[in-house]
T-cell receptor
Framework: GAVVSQHPSRVICKSGTSVKIECRSLDFQATTMFWYRQFPKQSLMLMAT?????????EQGVEKDKFLINHASLTLSTLTVTSAHPEDSSFYICSAPEGSTDTQYFGPGTRLTVL | GENVEQHPSTLSVQEGDSAVIKCTYSDSASNYFPWYKQELGKRPQLIID?????GEKKDQRIAVTLNKTAKHFSLHITETQPEDSAVYFC??????????FGKGNQVVVIP
């Protein structure tokens, strides 16, 4: 299957700082990528759709000014958690569909801990 | 939006037995149904998926069956092994390639 990477794998930051997470498709191009958040022992919740060359589409209840998404190229999307607070601590995972199908491949996730 | 439910939440099976997890969804227009396996702290791994033009798909010990009329689909794992222990998520495709996930099933295979 297709390979998706994320960086960093884990990050610890102080409350009030911003954190940037990168998602890359390594062996295919992705005009669309998806960002999810997963709390411990819970399901994956879709946060937003990252669109190459245009604005991201956010799911209901997700603050677009807090979770900034930039799809800089056909292989890179970034999620910036701005002014992070302890309640933002979570596992953030990206995914990308390969080709024209809706089969999605997930990155390894980023564990964010906000102190 | 799409409402996806999984049952049971936890399933324990003896090694070698079969495990079945059922997933129900709400939007009759949905036509893509993947199953993901997630081990603790790791990414979800696609294990099998099915589209609405078929009723069943099999890949070695893994199979998925789909009943579009009743709006449910099931994951079947035969001859379970300890390495099958994980959380399994069903998902349903809806609008613009998005996926709505169920809450997950913890499967425990007892050696």
């Amino acid at each position: 299957g297709a390979v998706v990477s994320q960086h960093p794998s884990r990050v610890i930051c102080k409350s009030g700082t911003s954190v940037k997470i990168e998602c890359r498709s390594l062996d295919f191009q992705a005009t669309t990528m998806f960002w999810y958040r997963q709390f411990p022992k819970q399901s994956l919740m879709l946060m937003a759709t990252s669109n190459e060359g245009s604005k991201a589409t956010y799911e209901q209840g997700v603050e677009k000014d807090k979770f900034l998404i930039n799809h800089a190229s056909l292989t890179l999307s970034t999620l910036t958690v701005t002014s992070a607070h302890p309640e933002d601590s979570s596992f953030y995972i990206c995914s990308a569909p390969e080709g024209s199908t809706d089969t999605q491949y997930f990155g390894p996730g980023t564990r964010l801990t906000v102190l | 939006g799409e409402n996806v439910e999984q049952h049971p939440s936890t399933l324990s099976v003896q090694e070698g037995d079969s495990a079945v997890i059922k997933c129900t969804y709400s939007d009759s227009a949905s036509n893509y149904f993947p199953w993901y396996k997630q081990e603790l702290g790791k990414r979800p791994q696609l294990i099998i998926d099915i589209r609405s033009n078929v009723g069943e798909k099999k890949d070695q010990r893994i199979a998925v069956t789909l009943n579009k009329t009743a709006k449910h689909f099931s994951l079947h794992i035969t001859e379970t092994q300890p390495e099958d222990s994980a959380v399994y998520f069903c998902a349903v495709g809806y609008g613009n390639n998005r996926l709505a996930f169920g809450k997950g099933n913890q499967v425990v295979v007892i050696p």
